[in-house]
């Protein structure tokens, strides 16, 4: 007797369908700098912007300071251009070092880690106060504009007021301020 199984029949023409392939693949194993591709082009993306802002903020910080000792733009902007590459190197450097030793070895290295934290702690504190140099440096002063003229008309009035106050005062009865004189010095006052 010959049985022929209707699933399997079906199962191959299946297995022979763009369907069964694409299936297929879709749920194989992916190696994970396939997998997470975008989340890590994004990240380093994301990582050299803000180097890139931190670098222009912290180099703003530095250029005015060496401005300021040199007096020479040219000599100043290399110095900056030197100072915040090297430091920048420098973060890059130990900090792979110091988390590769961390993460795939369990060492903490106390004096890596000193120096990764003193150097992030000065390119955070020169990205911050270059950032507000920045914005000060590049905003234009307010214009100033004098009001002598209306000072002066509003001193003119404050005197014509005290001195109507002072009369109201010396307007007496047997000594005693008068009750109309002491409505007209709550009425000046409150002007």
């Given at each position: 007797?010959?049985?022929?199984?209707?699933?399997?029949?079906?199962?191959?023409?299946?297995?022979?369908?763009?369907?069964?392939?694409?299936?297929?693949?879709?749920?194989?194993?992916?190696?994970?700098?396939?997998?997470?591709?975008?989340?890590?082009?994004?990240?380093?993306?994301?990582?050299?912007?803000?180097?890139?802002?931190?670098?222009?903020?912290?180099?703003?910080?530095?250029?005015?300071?060496?401005?300021?000792?040199?007096?020479?733009?040219?000599?100043?902007?290399?110095?900056?251009?030197?100072?915040?590459?090297?430091?920048?190197?420098?973060?890059?450097?130990?900090?792979?070092?110091?988390?590769?030793?961390?993460?795939?070895?369990?060492?903490?290295?106390?004096?890596?880690?000193?120096?990764?934290?003193?150097?992030?702690?000065?390119?955070?504190?020169?990205?911050?106060?270059?950032?507000?140099?920045?914005?000060?440096?590049?905003t234009e002063a307010p214009e100033s504009y004098s009001n002598d003229g209306e000072i002066s008309g509003l001193n003119s009035q404050i005197e014509k007021l005290d001195k109507q106050i002072e009369?109201?005062?010396?307007?007496?009865?047997?000594?005693?301020?008068?009750?109309?004189?002491?409505?007209?010095?709550?009425?000046?006052?409150?002007?």
């Open positions: 007797m010959n049985f022929d199984d209707l699933y399997e029949k079906e199962f191959r023409e299946f297995e022979d369908s763009d369907l069964y392939h694409r299936l297929d693949n879709k749920y194989l194993p992916v190696p994970y700098h396939r997998k997470f591709k975008l989340v890590c082009n994004i990240s380093i993306a994301a990582s050299y912007l803000f180097n890139g802002l931190s670098g222009i903020t912290a180099s703003f910080l530095v250029y005015l300071f060496l401005f300021q000792i040199i007096g020479n733009s040219a000599t100043a902007l290399c110095f900056t251009i030197g100072a915040i590459v090297l430091l920048e190197l420098m973060k890059r450097k130990l900090s792979s070092l110091f988390f590769k030793d961390f993460l795939l070895y369990k060492a903490f290295r106390i004096l890596p880690f000193l120096m990764l934290l003193l150097l992030s702690i000065l390119s955070i504190t020169s990205s911050f106060y270059g950032s507000q140099r920045l914005v000060v440096e590049l009369d109201a005062r010396n307007t007496t009865y047997s000594g005693v301020t008068t009750a109309p004189s002491q409505e007209t010095i709550k009425t000046l006052s409150n002007q």
